[in-house]
Nanobody, 119 residues
């Protein structure tokens, strides 16, 4: 497994942008599909976006499509989540996660970073 540390969360206003970063330690980062999930108070954790280990394929939930972009830098073992046009309903703890290969459950998780969007 890789160890994951997120950063970049904060308090912003509706319409603002934030970029989350997730730094991975471990030599096998290049083989990992990476994803972002979020969990709002009182709600279950939900999928936000994912990027293939090559970085050539991305996936995102309908709720963030067109506003959030996931990307990765395999040289520096970092995955990003660029969040634009933020809405109050985007308020949540955002988690970085990884899994080996293209399929299966995400089994490496970061500690999370709080994103709060005020109206």
């Amino acid at each position: 497994q890789v160890q994951l540390v997120e950063s970049g969360g904060g308090l912003v206003q509706a319409g603002d942008s934030l970029r989350l970063s997730c730094v991975a330690s471990g030599r096998s980062f290049r083989t990992y599909t990476m994803g972002w999930f979020r969990q709002a108070p009182g709600k279950e954790r939900e999928f936000v976006a994912a990027v293939s280990w090559r970085g050539t394929t991305t996936y995102s939930s309908d709720s963030v499509k067109g506003r959030f972009t996931i990307s990765r830098d395999n040289t520096n073992s970092v995955v990003y989540l660029q969040m634009n046009s933020l809405k109050p309903e985007d308020t949540a703890v955002y988690y970085c996660a990884g899994r080996i290969g293209d399929y299966g459950n995400f089994d490496s998780w970061g500690q999370g970073t709080q994103v709060t969007v005020s109206s």
